[in-house]
């Protein structure tokens, strides 16, 4: 069996961690902890008293990260809806809002492939695809005359995930204060909702309180806030071959240009 890595948003930029399910048995959250959101009364203070000494995570925020991340080694396939909000500015809020439906399928002859459909639009903008069909990934904006195909991307390992949120949540735990703040609803879901700070800096996750999936992540720092909120998700989905079809999305006229992921990138910082 092949997990999909977890936690940068990776194909799209988003910041989504990937997490898959767990029995809940396995968490080790008290009852009386789950929802009074107290962290200790000396906890805070203790880290503003001498900000060099050790960081010590609360017991409760580890055995979210560590549930997550043993759940996710079970999981193959999935599909999410997820919106990204991105905020700057103090007196006028400047705010950009982004929707991704993603879907990954890991192939049954080489489940270090990943067959994957990507749909993203900013605002009012045209639809953004991304497709890999095992052989080839395709790069097409909705009305355009010309598509970008790259030969041969091979998703394995930490390149298959979506967030690359993962290492950045290990580093947390050792220069940030952590909280965790107890059970919310989520979208319908119930989470565990942990938080870091450091300074300025503040960092929350929302867990899916069964799966561990994440559904919501919020980074705030001086003027700047992004958020990424699930709205719908599902893991191990069944394969649906018309989803990963590219005639399915341009039409006989679209051109396709063949290139390598270099020189692809480089023409989209041009442009």
């Known amino acids: 069996m092949r997990a999909i890595k977890s936690a940068a948003l990776s194909f799209t930029g988003a910041a989504l961690l990937l997490f898959a399910c767990n029995d809940a048995d396995n968490n080790h959250i008290t009852d009386t902890d789950n929802n009074n959101g107290d962290s200790g009364p000396d906890n805070e203070n203790n880290y503003e008293e001498n900000d060099q000494q050790e960081i010590e995570p609360e017991e409760n925020v580890t055995s979210v990260i560590d549930s997550a991340l043993e759940a996710e080694e079970e999981r193959e396939g999935l599909y999410v809806h997820q919106q990204t909000k991105s905020r700057s500015g103090e007196e006028e809020v400047q705010e950009v809002i982004t929707e991704e439906e993603i879907w990954l399928f890991p192939r049954e002859d080489d489940d270090s ?101 994440l559904l919501r992540h919020i980074s705030s720092l001086d003027e700047q806030e992004t958020e990424v909120a699930v709205l719908d998700y599902e893991l191990d989905p069944e394969f649906d071959e018309a989803l990963i079809r590219f005639y399915n999305v ?20 041009n442009d």
Not at 124 to 145: A, C, Q
Not at 181 to 196: K, L, M, Q, R, V
């Open 113 to 213: 492939v990943f067959e994957h459909r990507i749909m993203k639009h900013e605002g009012p903008s045209p639809t953004e695809y991304i497709i890999n069909d095992g052989e080839g990934t395709l790069h097409y904006t909705e009305g355009e005359s010309e598509a970008h195909l790259i030969e041969e991307q091979r998703m394995d390992g930490y390149a298959a995930d979506l967030s690359g949120e993962e290492p950045m949540i290990l580093e947390y735990l050792d220069t940030h204060r952590s909280s965790y703040e107890g059970t919310e609803d989520i979208n319908g879901y119930t989470a565990h909702h942990i938080s870091f700070r450091n300074g300025d800096e503040e960092v929350e996750y929302w867990f899916e309180q069964d799966s561990y999936f």
């Open 250 to 269: 341009i039409n006989d006229d679209t051109e396709i240009i063949e290139t390598d992921r270099e020189t692809f990138m480089k023409e989209q910082m």
